[in-house]
């Protein structure tokens, strides 16, 4: 049974830096690509960044490009998102994200989402 868990969210200060983990179980990570997603209060979710299963190629969202980085370890069956110079505006609930099709049907997988807040 596919698993993400997120951890590393917390209250940072304008500016500041944060690093957010997802650990996968249940599939072999090392065979999928990764998508880190967010949403605000009040607001739909939207997509931050993507890592290919490789970590050769990443894709960003424009607000965040430059000062976030997404990697991973499959070693570790880990994803990561580096965030930097944060703004208030960062201030959302991230979710880590696989997916996999089989017979032409999509299926999605998330975590529960590990919550970031910028504020002073």
């Known amino acids: 049974q596919v698993a993400l868990l997120e951890s590393g969210g917390g209250l940072v200060q304008p500016g500041g830096s944060l690093m957010l983990s997802c650990s996968g179980s249940g599939f072999t990570f090392s065979k999928y690509d990764m998508r880190w997603y967010r949403q605000a209060p009040g607001k739909e979710r939207e997509l931050v960044g993507y890592?290919?299963?490789?970590?050769?190629?990443?894709h960003y969202t424009d607000s965040v490009k430059g000062r976030f980085t997404i990697s991973r370890d499959n070693a570790k069956n880990t994803l990561y998102l580096q965030m930097n110079s944060l703004k208030p505006e960062d201030t959302a609930t991230y979710f880590c994200?696989?997916?996999?099709?089989?017979?032409?049907?999509?299926?999605?997988?998330w975590g529960q989402g590990t919550q970031v807040i910028v504020s002073s």
């Open positions: 994200n696989t997916w996999r099709t089989s017979a032409g049907l999509t299926s999605e997988f």
């Open positions: 890592i290919n299963k490789s970590a050769n190629l990443t």
